[in-house]
């Protein structure tokens, strides 16, 4: 016998969102799947919340900096929360739908017990949605993976940094500390 996965569109995820059905649960909608998301640590909530900060500093009025909301990738029916997602500042557009891919310049996650499917499952679904750069904090290994040109629902170029600076694809006048990223 063969076990079939019902997968949920964006307009079943919304409604039960609308009708209170996911309340209290910790969720998100990938490729069509509804996956519980993995509560964040002391580490990794201070960490994030600190590279927000600084990324408004950086950026200014240049971008939005959107702090563990919700992007919707129409293609692949999913609504990730990413920990970062650095996106066009459309602030009333967001009030009536979330950022799609073509308002978002890059997305970072924090990982720790997430990585494997920050690596695998979330990296191939923003490529194939054609999200131009990727970043992955790991606070395992202590480093940042940078993820770009996206090419058959994938990346092609993958860089990973444990120091330094580095630039980002939409803001190339702009330099990021990495040990900013890491440390805070």
Known sequence: MTVTTAKW???DYHRMISVGLLVGRHVELLNGEIINMAPEGPEHA???TDAADYLRELLGQQALVRDAKPITL????SEPEPDLAVVEP???EYRTRHPYPENIFWLIEYANSSLS???DA???TYAA???KEYWIVDL????VKIFREQVEGDYRCELTLTDGEISPLAFPEITVSVQRLLEG
Do not use: G
């Open 9 to 11: 569109s964006l307009e």
């Open 46 to 48: 201070q960490l994030s």
């Open 74 to 77: 129409p293609e692949s029916s």
């Open 90 to 92: 459309r602030r009333v």
């Open 117 to 119: 499917k920050d690596l």
């Open 122 to 124: 979330k990296r191939k």
């Open 129 to 131: 949605a054609a999200i």
């Open 140 to 143: 395992k290994h202590r480093q």
